[in-house]
């Protein structure tokens, strides 16, 4: 059975951090592109970051570069996202996927607020 459980999502300030985790089971975690994609109320889900199989290659949407960043460990079968420098318009469920879509999590909330 294929499970993807997030975690780390609350409430931040603006200007502060959360750091998300995503542990996997089920799947070759190993062989697989994973990714963490949001989707705020009222809008599409969007593709925040993704990161390559041992962590060959990291992509991320211009909204967050240079904010947060992705990494996967393989021992664990888990991924994260840390997101610094937060900002209102982050505010969203996030959610872990593997295989760009074939698989996904149930998602966290983050909300960023004064």
């Known amino acids: 059975q294929v499970q993807l459980v997030e975690s780390g999502g609350g409430l931040a300030q603006p200007g502060g951090s959360l750091t998300l985790s995503c542990v996997t089971s089920g799947f070759s975690f190993r062989r697989s592109h994973m990714s963490w994609y949001r989707q705020a109320p009222g809008k599409e889900r969007e593709l925040v970051a993704s990161?390559?199989?041992?962590?060959?290659?990291?992509n991320y949407a211009d909204s967050v570069k240079g904010r947060f960043s992705i990494s996967r460990s393989d021992a664990k079968a888990m991924i994260y996202l840390q997101m610094n420098n937060l900002k209102v318009a982050d505010t969203a469920v996030y959610y872990c996927?593997?295989?760009?879509?074939?698989?996904w999590g149930q998602g966290t909330q983050v909300t960023v607020s004064s």
């Open positions: 990161i390559g199989i041992r962590s060959n290659y990291t």
């Open positions: 996927s593997a295989g760009m879509g074939v698989y």
